[in-house]
């Protein structure tokens, strides 16, 4: 495994530094929102906005890119969101910072897009899988780590804002440093609703509820700990948890689907949830029992939008996989972004306990419908089961690498290779496919690995230039 990271060691590095400034961004403003006065409903507006923002991204960010090339779009992004963060502690008002988290959104879905299709096209076909789960083990690593600096500063001061902007500061240096060649961003096609209602109708509908819950979760889940009276070391503590429970029941989950019926598996999710839920809503108070329902409820709702994804493939055939994802990833966002805003109305008329009984009323339909669907009849597969993937919604990127993954494995079980006829070519064929890393190549490091120069303001590589081996 550690062969095929380490030519995109940069980028990881780069991914972690900024999303721990993030993190810790999304836990602060709720938390000195609330020292402020802020009411719920308006908390759960400023989620909302980041959210909007994140869809309105999709469509503005990748002609950006386009234009001035990934690095420089890093770099762009990168500074909009330091500066940004900075100015939340500078201008304390609650109408300019939902302002600012709707430019921040959109800045984000340029950082995951730049990242995840730098990820796309250099890892091997055969390991994408592998380092997209990677990729989201550094996601929810470095977003578990930010909760942690809550421990050493109040939210009321400069301090954390400034920690969270020097975060991201210091993630373009890693990025900017690298000599990876930059990759092309393709325009992304999506399903209509009523087609992915009719191949799944049980994935259009997870989709949904995953983002009115995720929506939620991340913007009022801090909210909901003050409102509790944590202090800020607990709610780090509630957060972490919770994040960590979305790591560790990821993979058995995504195991269970595989093995059976998905629909079976949504049941099993969204039921979790709900039931989790319902303990945190009436134990709140009870610290062993809200941290115990918070493990069990990020490991169910955390695993619902893989499931669904996996569920959509299943009923997809490979010319549809890419623009299907990117279909049920637009719906996810939109759930993403009304979520917030109900959940917080709900929260300033009924108390904190209203944010879970919300996660309840969301996930129990979903897991009833699925049971039901599941019951009907078996599932039918258009071409191949699909193989569970464990991610987090980022960017319309993550649909490509999904369906990029999904494409090499259905066309690996379809057409197996023929080892009578292939056997006297595999250590050639093998030979040229190899990347830098597996040729004993780094091309972030080494000098007798030289890669073509990208053109000025563009994305398209310039014709290659050969150069004697240790040449600058």
Same mark, same amino acid.
């Given at each position: 495994?550690?062969?095929?990271?380490?030519?995109?060691?940069?980028?990881?590095?780069?991914?972690?530094?900024?999303?721990?400034?993030?993190?810790?961004?999304?836990?602060?403003?709720?938390?000195?929102?609330?020292?402020?006065?802020?009411?719920?409903?308006?908390?759960?507006?400023?989620?909302?906005?980041?959210?909007?923002?994140?869809?309105?991204?999709?469509?503005?960010?990748?002609?950006?890119?386009?234009?001035?090339?990934?690095?420089?779009?890093?770099?762009?992004?990168?500074?909009?969101?330091?500066?940004?963060?900075?100015?939340?502690?500078?201008?304390?008002?609650?109408?300019?910072?939902?302002?600012?988290?709707?430019?921040?959104?959109?800045?984000?879905?340029?950082?995951?897009?730049?990242?995840?299709?730098?990820?796309?096209?250099?890892?091997?076909?055969?390991?994408?899988?592998?380092?997209?789960?990677?990729?989201?083990?550094?996601?929810?690593?470095?977003?578990?780590?930010?909760?942690?600096?809550?421990?050493?500063?109040?939210?009321?001061?400069?301090?954390?804002?400034?920690?969270?902007?020097?975060?991201?500061?210091?993630?373009?240096?890693?990025?900017?440093?690298?000599?990876?060649?930059?990759?092309?961003?393709?325009?992304?096609?999506? $399903?209509? %609703?009523?087609? +992915?209602?009719? @191949?799944?109708?049980?994935?259009?509908? /997870? !989709? #949904?509820?995953?983002?009115? =819950?995720?929506?939620?979760?991340?913007?009022?889940?801090?909210?909901?700990?003050?409102?509790?009276?944590?202090?800020?070391?607990?709610?780090?503590?509630?957060?972490?948890?919770?994040?960590?429970?979305?790591?560790?029941?990821?993979?058995?989950?995504?195991?269970?689907?595989?093995?059976?019926?998905?629909?079976?598996?949504?049941?099993?999710?969204?039921?979790?949830?709900?039931?989790?839920?319902?303990?945190?809503?009436?134990?709140?108070?009870?610290?062993?029992?809200?941290?115990?329902?918070?493990?069990?409820?990020?490991?169910?709702?955390?695993?619902?939008?893989?499931?669904?994804?996996?569920?959509?493939?299943?009923?997809?055939?490979?010319?549809?996989?890419?623009?299907?994802?990117?279909?049920? $990833?637009? %719906?996810?966002? +939109?759930?993403? @972004?009304?979520?917030?805003?109900?959940? /917080? !109305? #709900?929260?300033?008329?009924? =108390?904190?306990?209203?944010?879970?009984?919300?996660?309840?009323?969301?996930?129990?339909?979903?897991?009833?419908?699925?049971?039901?669907?599941?019951?009907?009849?078996?599932?039918?597969?258009?071409?191949?089961?699909?193989?569970?993937?464990?991610?987090?919604?980022?960017?319309?990127?993550?649909?490509?690498?999904?369906?990029?993954?999904?494409?090499?494995?259905?066309?690996?079980?379809?057409?197996?290779?023929?080892?009578?006829?292939?056997?006297?070519?595999?250590?050639?064929?093998?030979?040229?496919?190899?990347?830098?890393?597996?040729?004993?190549?780094?091309?972030?490091?080494?000098?007798?690995?030289?890669?073509?120069?990208?053109?000025?303001?563009?994305?398209?590589?310039?014709?290659?230039?050969?150069?004697?081996?240790?040449?600058?």
């Amino acid at each position: 495994m550690l062969p095929h990271i380490r030519p995109i060691r940069s980028l990881m590095l780069g991914t972690a530094l900024l999303l721990v400034g993030n993190g810790l961004l999304s836990t602060l403003i709720a938390l000195r929102g609330s020292l402020e006065g802020y009411s719920d409903q308006m908390l759960g507006l400023m989620g909302s906005a980041y959210f909007v923002g994140f869809v309105l991204g999709t469509w503005i960010v990748p002609p950006f890119i386009r234009r001035i090339g990934h690095i420089r779009a890093f770099n762009f992004f990168a500074a909009a969101i330091a500066a940004i963060m900075l100015l939340h502690s500078i201008i304390v008002s609650p109408w300019v910072w939902l302002v600012l988290r709707l430019f921040i959104g959109i800045a984000l879905v340029g950082f995951y897009t730049v990242i995840e299709s730098w990820l796309n096209t250099q890892a091997q076909p055969e390991r994408r899988g592998q380092i997209f789960a990677f990729y989201m083990v550094v996601n929810m690593a470095a977003i578990a780590s930010a909760q942690q600096f809550l421990h050493f500063a109040s939210p009321a001061g400069f301090i954390l804002f400034s920690i969270a902007a020097m975060m991201v500061c210091l993630s373009v240096l890693p990025v900017a440093s690298t000599r990876l060649p930059q990759p092309l961003i393709s325009d992304v096609p999506r $399903l209509t %609703l009523s087609k +992915i209602w009719s @191949a799944a109708p049980a994935a259009l509908l /997870g !989709a #949904l509820v995953s983002g009115l =819950g995720m929506g939620t979760f991340w913007s009022l889940a801090p909210v909901y700990g003050a409102r509790l009276e944590m202090d800020a070391g607990a709610i780090a503590t509630f957060m972490t948890v919770t994040i960590i429970g979305g790591a560790v029941l990821q993979w058995p989950l995504g195991r269970f689907s595989d093995r059976g019926d998905r629909r079976v598996a949504l049941a099993v999710a969204a039921g979790g949830a709900a039931i989790a839920a319902v303990f945190m809503a009436f134990y709140g108070t009870q610290p062993m029992v809200l941290l115990g329902a918070a493990f069990v409820f990020g490991g169910m709702a955390f695993a619902l939008y893989p499931i669904v994804v996996a569920h959509l493939v299943d009923h997809l055939s490979q010319d549809d996989i890419l623009s299907g994802s990117a279909g049920i $990833l637009l %719906l996810h966002g +939109i759930g993403a @972004a009304i979520g917030p805003s109900v959940s /917080g !109305a #709900l929260m300033g008329l009924a =108390g904190p306990a209203a944010m879970p009984a919300f996660f309840a009323v969301v996930f129990a339909p979903m897991a009833i419908y699925a049971a039901v669907q599941a019951r009907r009849g078996e599932d039918e597969i258009v071409e191949e089961a699909a193989q569970f993937v464990p991610m987090v919604r980022t960017a319309p990127t993550s649909a490509e690498i999904t369906a990029a993954v999904e494409e090499y494995r259905i066309e690996h079980v379809e057409t197996p290779a023929d080892p009578d006829t292939t056997e006297d070519t595999t250590s050639v064929s093998d030979a040229a496919a190899q990347s830098p890393a597996e040729a004993g190549h780094d091309p972030e490091t080494a000098s007798d690995w030289t890669t073509p120069e990208v053109g000025e303001g563009r994305n398209e590589p310039a014709e290659p230039k050969m150069k004697p081996a240790g040449k600058p």
